[in-house]
Every structure is written in C-alpha cells, then in structure tokens.
Nanobody, 116 residues
Framework: QVQLVESGGGLVQAGGSLRLSCAAS????????MGWYRQAPGKERELVAH????????NYADSVKGRFTISRDNAKRTVYLEMNSLQPQDTALYYC?????????WGQGTQVTVSS
C-alpha cells in the first residue's frame, strides 16, 4: 500500500515561512515527478509547484514564483516545499502528489493558514 505522509503545515503570520515535507512509502516505483497542489475554501485545486525526479526541472504557479522553492530527495522519496513571504491568500489545504508511469498518488493534505 502506497502512502504519502505530509508534514510541516500550520499557522503563521503574514511574511512568515513554512516548510512542507512529503514522504512516499510502500510499494511505489517509477516515480518521475513530485509536487504540491493547494485548495482554498470555495476554490478549485490548483498547482503550486512540481519537480521532475530525473533532471530536477521545476514548474511554479505564477502566484508563488520567487517566494516558494520546491526540491526533492530521490533516495528518500521525499519532496519539500519551502514557502517564504507567506500571504493570507496562500491559506489553503496543501496536497502532495507523486506521479509514476502507472498513476498519480495523492496525500491527505496539510493545512497552511496565514494570518494578516
């Protein structure tokens, strides 16, 4: 059974920072991309960032460019999201996702709340 375990969410003041982590465990192979999505109340889930496991190529939503940094540790099957200069509009449930050659996997989500 495959599990994605997320951690690092919480409550922070505007301008603060948080670091999210997501570790994949279980029978999972052929991971080619890892990333983060988020969903705010009343809004659709949107891409935050993803990174390829081979070349380390990254892609960011325009709203987080320059503030968030995604990275991965292939050996640990872990993806990180460093979030700086957080703003209230970053408040959302953040989901980890892992893509393999067979399917996508999703975590349960970790809440990030930014107070003004």
């Amino acid at each position: 059974q495959v599990q994605l375990v997320e951690s690092g969410g919480g409550l922070v003041q505007a301008g603060g920072s948080l670091r999210l982590s997501c570790a994949a465990s279980g029978r999972i192979s052929g991971i080619n991309r890892m990333g983060w999505y988020r969903q705010a109340p009343g809004k659709e889930r949107e891409l935050v960032a993803h990174v390829t496991t081979s070349a380390g190529s990254t892609n960011y939503a325009d709203s987080v460019k320059g503030r968030f940094t995604i990275s991965r540790d292939n050996a640990k099957r872990t993806v990180y999201l460093e979030m700086n200069s957080l703003q209230p509009q970053d408040t959302a449930l953040y989901y980890c996702t892992v893509r393999t050659v067979v399917r996508n996997y999703w975590g349960q989500g970790t809440q990030v709340t930014v107070s003004s």
